[in-house]
T-cell receptor, first 112, second 115 residues
Framework: KQEVTQIPAALSVPEGENLVLNCSFT??????LQWFRQDPGKGLTSLLL?????REQTSGRLNASLDKSSGRSTLYIAASQPGDSATYLC???????????FGSGTRLLVRP | DVKVTQSSRYLVKRTGEKVFLECVQD?????MFWYRQDPGLGLRLIYF???????EKGDIPEGYSVSREKKERFSLILESASTNQTSMYLC??????????????FGQGTRLTVV
């Protein structure tokens, strides 16, 4: 059974710092991996999608990498800003399943 | 831009009521999902649908049913609402697997309180 883990559960950094959020999964047979952002009381906003054949994806200050063989993905945020404060979730789409399996998220606070 | 719209942001219902949560997507996606999100438990899949009139149980289907009569609309039904169904409900949609990938898009969420 696929399990997705995100470490750390919470992170507080000063503005301007570069940071890395981690996501690990137990079954490497994934179709893709997706990173989301969630603001308090709101829905999920898609940030980046990495197909299983890709190693990384970039969007603005965000860069996500994928290492299927080791079951790991990282989300790199460059030059963090207070507006980046949110919960970040990763989710994997199994090779033989319609389901997105979510990690429990990392709650990020960027201090001015 | 893909848009997934949930009919209500906030709902308050009484125990025993039949509750309908509606979700509409405008990108002709085949797949639609209903999740609930609770503190400490994360997102849990209730039901999903990969085609019109097709549905599959997720991890926690008990106490819920769904309806998908049209491709763009996926309804979640609480047959007899109970207080333990107080939660944030999230709808999502995605394309079937193919060259376009399966990026999932979520609605804004419905905060349901059952009293």
């Amino acid at each position: 059974k696929q399990e997705v883990t995100q470490i750390p559960a919470a992170l507080s950094v000063p503005e301007g710092e570069n940071l890395v959020l981690n996501c690990s999964f137990t079954d490497s047979a994934i179709y893709n991996l997706q990173w989301f952002r969630q603001d308090p009381g709101k829905g999920l906003t898609s940030l980046l999608l990495i197909q299983s054949s890709q190693r990384e994806q970039t969007s603005g200050r965000l860069n996500a990498s994928l290492d299927k063989s080791s079951g790991r993905s990282t989300l790199y945020i460059a030059a963090s800003q207070p507006g980046d404060s949110a919960t970040y979730l990763c989710a994997v789409y199994g090779d033989s399943s319609y389901k997105l399996i979510f990690g429990s998220g990392t709650r990020l606070l960027v201090r001015p | 831009d893909v848009k997934v719209t949930q009919s209500s942001r906030y709902l308050v219902k009484r125990t025993g009521e039949k509750v309908f949560l509606e979700c509409v997507q405008d990108m002709d996606h085949e797949n639609m999902f209903w999740y609930r999100q609770d503190p400490g438990l994360g997102l849990r899949l209730i039901y999903f649908s990969y085609d019109v009139k097709m549905k599959e149980k997720g991890d926690i289907p008990e106490g819920y049913s769904v309806s998908r009569e049209k491709k763009e609309r996926f309804s979640l039904i609480l047959e007899s609402a109970s207080t333990n169904q107080t939660s944030m409900y999230l709808c999502a949609s995605s394309l079937n697997r193919g060259p376009g990938g399966t990026e999932a898009f979520f609605g804004q969420g419905t905060r349901l309180t059952v009293v």
